[in-house]
Every structure is written in C-alpha cells, then in structure tokens.
Nanobody, 127 residues
Framework: QLQLVESGGGLVQPGGSLRLSCTAS????????IGWFRQAPGKDREGVSC????????KYVDSVKGRFTISRDDAKKTLYLQMNSLKPEDTAIYYCAAAPPSPSRDCSAAVSQYDHWGQGTQVTVSS
C-alpha cells in the first residue's frame, strides 16, 4: 500500500512563501503521476498542480500559474510544491495524491484520476 504524508503547511502573511513536501512510503512512486490538490471550507477539492511520472510534464490551475512550482525527487520519494506570492484565497487544506501506475507521459489535475491520498496539511494566508 502506498502511503503519502504531507508537511510544510502553516500560517503565512500575504506575499509570503511556503514549501510543501509529500513523502511516500510503501509502493514505488516513480511509475505514477502525482499531484497537489486543495480544499477550502465549503468548496470542492480542486487540482492545483500535477507532474508526470518522468517529471517532464507539469500542469497548473490558472490561479497559481507563475506563483507555484511542482517538483519531484523519486530517489527521496518526495513531491514538493513551492508556493510564492501567496494570497488569502490560497488558504485551504492541501493534499498530495498519486495516480495508478501508468506508462502515460502526461498527468491530470482531476481528482477522479488519483487513488492514493495523503491526510492533508493546512495552509493559511492571513495578515
């Protein structure tokens, strides 16, 4: 069983930065696309960013383009999300997730495409 554990969340002022990490254990991570999702109170979970199994292909939701950067280090079994220029509307619980093993060179930001999830880490952007 693949287990994912997020860390790095916290309280930050608008304009600040945070780096989220997601460490995997159990099954291999390198054969899967992985992604970051978030869920704000009263809202549906949305895809923030994803990265293909090779790390070549990345996608971002429009609201974070140019501010967030996703990366992966399969040797460390870790996924990262560097978040810069944070805004109050980025406040949410952030989750990492892994898709089923696939030869695809692409990734998807759709919640339905992922079958392993972490427990989430809270990010609060407020002055």
């Amino acid at each position: 069983q693949l287990q994912l554990v997020e860390s790095g969340g916290g309280l930050v002022q608008p304009g600040g930065s945070l780096r989220l990490s997601c460490t995997a254990s159990g099954l291999a991570l390198g054969v899967r696309a992985i992604g970051w999702f978030r869920q704000a109170p009263g809202k549906d979970r949305e895809g923030v960013s994803c990265i293909s199994r090779s790390g070549v292909r990345t996608k971002y939701v429009d609201s974070v383009k140019g501010r967030f950067t996703i990366s992966r280090d399969d040797a460390k079994k870790t996924l990262y999300l560097q978040m810069n220029s944070l805004k109050p509307e980025d406040t949410a619980i952030y989750y990492c997730a892994a898709a089923p093993p696939s030869p695809s060179r692409d990734c998807s930001a759709a919640v339905s495409q992922y079958d392993h999830w972490g427990q989430g880490t809270q990010v609060t952007v407020s002055s």
